[in-house]
């Protein structure tokens, strides 16, 4: 099962790490969709964290 964004069953996943809450560890997989979308996320993250910050406008 994907355990990302789509939650489907029956399809082909990968292990992405451990997942860890409140002291807990549980294994952390997805599917090919899934992951794409969560490495578009990482490299927008990315992308703005390097971006040139520019002053809120005053008015």
Known sequence: MC???CHRTGIPVIWIGPTQ?????APMFGCADCIAELEHMIWRHFVRKDAPQTPASTR
Not at 21 to 25: A, I, K, Q, R, V
């Open 3 to 5: 355990w990302l964004y």
């Open 21 to 25: 809450f409140e002291g807990m560890s």
